[in-house]
């Protein structure tokens, strides 16, 4: 131990960190800055002990990006002011812990809907654009990075600059996507989207093989968004059947009673089931059907009332209701019991998706382990120097997981990389729990790390930066 | 001067999801602490080992890791009576194991007391090494555990410290302290989902035994004492006597009334 530090860091403040399916547990000395000069402090304090530090923003990563066993958190969610709002242009700046659901409710009632969004409302911005999120709708309107007017940065040397697609360029692309490893993100300017309403126009219907779902989605590129859902339990050929949702933003004709429906109380999601059923007794109801056998039955239930109730049907649904599925069941992932769950997401080239996810899905009934609810997305490649996203589909599968599989679950997603791996896919930090340096080294390929490590060397040259994540596949 | 931030350990690389469990044993180098060390890295543990002689340490730890093949034992050398260096030490060993499971403190000293002796040097370093250390230590766990809402302290505390007297009286006192110490850390902790295990072992074959003026019968070895505490880790047990016997001995022991037992040369 050095000489120079005298005291060790108050045990007041360890904390216990998780990440968003409950699956790890790591403690960190957490700090939780209100302002943005108060992070000069907090470095200093991490040089001084010799301690990394990770970032982390609403703890939404389904694995360890937000967590720094032993060492320092930064918890930047008390940074959550929005500074200005052109509600002309549709410029939103804010600090980097304005929550996805601070942002939508700020600038509805004016016509605007941020142009991507993840599958809650509860990450913060800065969380997002560190792990560059996608939406429903990656084909159309790329990752959140896109949207990125510019940013103000920190480094972890305390320099403050500013980057843009143009200005600093190099930096913008690397901090996008880069799960703050290389710097902090101080204050974020988007543009967002216009819309004509708050509702969508959505058309939801079945198909019966994984094959089909592949193509529906392909047939559908002219929508705004589409979402398939995978039966990943079903038997037999019925394997990877499912529903596909296709929405499409309202025109300016199209909503007679529109500013109604832009209206914040127009989209908040009910706090009840069926009217009755509070909301949050949900996730201990469900949880006696999280394992193998509920969920083919619920799975086939929800496949087969789909198919013979509304299918084909078009309907309006609030933006919110569409976007934030996983919100309308309040900690939803609660029901997977103790050991939590993780998510395994893959990205594979067109031609070779719906095979592939189809082998996937039969090398996890094979170990015994079914994923539970299975996501099927259209992405298109983007500019961002970690980036997860190609031309093709995704497959994001949510495991359980207990105390007696996680050994054989870890070597179902090993296998699951080399199919991914041989179909030349990629994979995404913000989902990521398996992945060793082999894997990743891989996917980005050895110029990109060396460019991507070169970079931090320059901004970071004391590796401040680090969490378990990086050190997991960087390290 | 910024440091260079060094990387973790040479840990082998874990996927977080199977991740072993971190131990941290202080006062490894010898008797219960190495045998304690050596048990949980057999059951699938990392382990810090903590003690004074370095020399002992990285034998241990050499031992540890051929034995089992894979890096899970690692040596660092500390004194607990420097109670000041125990905040950083721990700190730093958080950082390096990246977590912490279980923290078993067995540092203890026994110097030999003449039965007229009265001498405060010895009585001091029984206190620092047997108590203030465990304080520092128990209490810098107690504060992480209470948080994770999971974890095991165990003290390797003794028979002798269920009463005063004749032969050492420092000794008593001193693992008296460590006993109301960890029994007040279990009414604290329990409801926070953490473990607190005392241990009191009888007469285990050690150097400390060896030094001692004291009976000696039903001697163990180290090993079973380990084999005992990770017995009891496992079941919770709030406090063991290794071997059993020793519950129903202590028993009549603390029940003998004192117009006898001061009479008594035991």
Known sequence: ?475 | MAKKRKSAPILPPESPLTRRRRALVVGASSGIGAAIAQRLAAEGHVVAALARSKGELDKLCREVNAQLGDTRALAYEHDVTDVESIPLTFQRLLKELGGMDVLVYCAGVMPAVASDEFNLEKDELMIDTNLRGGLAWLGLGAALFQRMGAGHLVGISSVAGDRGRVLNPGYNASKAGLDAYLEALRNRLTRHGVHVLTVKPGFVDTEMLKASRGPKFGVISPEQVAAGVWKAMRARKQLVYIPWIWRWIMLAVRNVPSFIFRRLSI
């Not at chain 1, 913060?124 to 654009?129: A, F, K, M, P, S």
């Not at chain 1, 949900?282 to 013979?308: C, D, H």
Request: glycine share 8%.
């Open chain 1, 1 to 475: 131990m050095s000489k120079q530090v005298e005291r060790a860091l108050p045990p007041q403040r360890l904390a216990r960190l998780e990440n968003f399916g409950h699956s790890l547990k790591r403690s960190a000395y957490l700090f939780q800055p209100n302002r943005i000069e108060q992070l000069h402090d907090i470095f200093a304090l991490a040089r001084e002990q010799g301690l990394s530090i990770a970032l982390r923003g609403a703890g939404r990563s389904y694995g360890d990006a937000a967590l720094n066993s032993g060492q320092i958190v930064l918890d930047l969610r008390l940074l959550n002011r929005i500074q200005i709002w052109d509600a002309q242009r549709g410029r939103i700046t804010v600090e980097p812990g304005v929550t996805i659901e601070q942002l939508w409710k700020h600038v509805l009632a004016d016509g605007w809907w941020p142009p991507v969004v993840p599958g809650t409302m509860f990450p913060t911005i800065g969380g997002c654009l560190a792990a560059n999120i996608h939406g429903k709708n990656n084909w159309q309107a790329g990752p959140l990075g896109e949207h990125v007017v510019e940013f103000e940065a920190m480094l972890p040397g305390g320099k403050r600059l500013r980057c843009s697609p143009r200005k600093n360029a190099e930096l913008f692309h690397a901090m996008i996507g880069g799960m703050g490893l290389l710097g902090v993100f101080t204050s974020i300017t988007l543009e967002l989207k216009h819309i004509y309403s708050g509702n969508l126009e959505v058309t939801a219907w079945t198909e019966p093989t994984l094959a089909r779902l592949v193509s529906a989605i392909h047939e559908h590129e002219e929508s705004d968004y589409v979402v398939g859902w995978v039966d990943c339990t079903a038997m037999g050929r019925r394997l990877g059947r499912g529903q596909i949702h296709a929405a499409r933003y309202l025109r300016s004709d199209e909503d007679p009673d529109a500013e109604r429906s832009l209206r914040v109380d127009a989209q908040v999601l009910p706090d009840r089931m069926f009217g009755v059923l509070p909301k949050r007794l949900l996730p201990p109801l469900m949880a006696p059907f999280v394992n193998n056998l509920g969920t083919w039955g619920v799975n086939l239930a929800k496949y087969l009332g789909s198919r013979t109730i509304g299918n084909h049907k078009t309907y309006r649904q609030a933006l919110v209701a569409f976007n934030f599925l996983l919100d309308y069941i309040p900690d939803w992932e609660r029901s997977y019991g103790r050991g939590g769950l993780i998510q395994y997401q893959s990205f594979l080239p067109k031609a070779a998706a719906a095979d592939v996810f189809l082998e996937m899905l039969r090398a996890c009934k094979r170990a015994g382990l079914p994923s539970y609810l299975g996501v099927l997305k259209r992405h298109r490649p983007d500019k961002f120097l970690l980036s997860h996203a190609l031309d093709g589909y995704s497959l994001a599968l949510d495991f359980r997981v207990t105390r007696a599989n996680r050994a054989r679950l870890v070597a179902l997603a090993a296998e699951l990389d080399k199919l991914a791996l041989a179909a030349g896919g990629r994979f995404y930090f913000a989902k990521d729990s398996t992945l060793r340096r082999e894997e990743v080294s891989r996917y980005l390929g050895a110029k990109t790390i060396q460019q991507f490590k070169k970079l931090k060397r320059k901004v970071d040259p004391e590796n401040l930066l680090q969490s378990d994540l990086y050190r997991r596949c960087f390290g």
